[in-house]
């Protein structure tokens, strides 16, 4: 991965999750330890208040857009603030924009379908 340039998403569904764990910072943080010690390039940090259930996001399509223009990976703190919908995330997987799951990143295309189905089934549950 030397010389990789990246663009960050970090999500939150509400303005009250940015105070928690899973708020923005801690999201901004998990990015930041991965990043840290390479010869990256942080292009761009997009951020997005919409629940994970949307699949209309702005701010990730201008996160896709700015990955395809400096063909950089897109990079994420976890998988479940990406989406929580194994259809969105393999749509994603074939639009030809990488991206990798800080909390796992040695995670290869099988294991993020398996992952993504988890965090539906949570979804679905709560």
Request: aromatic share 6%; net charge neutral.
């Amino acid at each position: 991965m030397e010389n990789c340039k990246f663009v960050s998403y970090l999500r939150v569904s509400t303005v009250r999750q940015g105070t928690s764990g899973l708020g923005l910072e801690a999201q901004r943080a998990a990015v930041a330890v991965f990043l840290n010690g390479g010869d990256w390039i942080l292009v761009q940090e997009v951020l997005e208040v919409e629940s994970g259930k949307s699949n209309d996001r702005p701010a990730l399509a201008t996160a896709l857009k700015l990955c395809r223009k400096h063909r950089a990976t897109l990079v994420i703190a976890k998988l479940d603030r990406l989406a929580r919908n194994v259809a969105f995330i393999s749509n994603l997987m074939e639009s030809g924009v990488e991206f990798v799951a800080v909390d796992m990143p040695q995670a290869n295309r099988f294991v993020v379908h398996i992952l993504a189905a988890v965090a539906e089934q949570e979804a679905e549950a709560t």
